[in-house]
């Protein structure tokens, strides 16, 4: 164990014993995996969405788009909360609620009652930026002649993008879901700007989070470094298993290959 006076002292596997005994360790799993997978579909979703999109259009409008998008992850962390905290207050004068009330509608407690999506909204225009590039990137180095030739056999643009673009990005795809799950296990820079793990009883205290607040939350009750690096731990050995996972799952190692030529 490590206290507040920066004291070692052995204890053994006391720390994981209260950790799995703890009756909130359930609560933050479950809000750890509503985190990682409702951010990471967001993510990824919406990323090859604007991908889609902004590869069939004129190009210097595409590029455009693109570096829209990217402004929420140029911002200063703080600033892009607030916003968004604004966009979606709960109170009669947040910018939503000030629009549904003009329109003769009665102010929603977005954070409250949505907090979920909220997140993921935050979260998701940070990571589906990242990923828009990639996809974009990937979907522009496909060899047109395929697109032409597809189009010339009559193959409609679904069929084009389920036949011949997801099929040639699948890599990019492999890779991006891969990091960004990794990612978001150890990312809870914007649920603590935000909600701080709210609204309810550890509503969004996710694994990260609350190791946090045991090390460095306020006061004395915090500060206990042992119990919240037994987290950081489990949050690790939970890393490790996922990219071994995905390695075999996705066969990363053929991204590593040199390309063959033919």
Known sequence: GLDYRFTWFWIGLRNYERLFGDPAF???????????????????????LIALITTHIRKSLGSFI???WLLPRVLPSVVWAVLMMWIFSPMPTGFLNTVIKSLGG???????????????????????????????SAIESIPPDYIIAAK?????????????VLPMI??????????????????????????DGGPGYYSTEVMILHAYHLAFGQYMVAMNYGYAASIVTILFIIGLILS???????????????????
């Open 26 to 48: 359930q609560l933050i799993v479950r809000a750890t995996l509503i985190y990682v997978a409702g951010t990471l579909a967001f993510n990824t979703c919406v990323g090859l």
């Open 66 to 68: 693109r570096a829209l």
């Open 106 to 136: 009665t102010p929603i407690p977005w954070t409250f009652r949505y907090y979920w999506p909220f997140l993921f909204i935050v979260n998701g225009f940070i990571g589906s930026s990242l990923s828009a590039i990639i996809f974009s």
């Open 152 to 164: 010339v056999d009559g193959a409609s643009s679904f069929t084009i993008i389920r036949k011949i």
């Open 170 to 195: 699948k890599w990019h795809i492999a890779f991006f879901v891969a990091y960004n799950t990794l990612s978001l296990l150890a990312s809870f820079e914007y649920i603590l700007l935000t909600l």
């Open 244 to 262: 071994i996972v995905y390695w075999r799952i996705f066969r990363l190692k053929r991204l590593m290959l040199e390309a063959r030529l033919e």
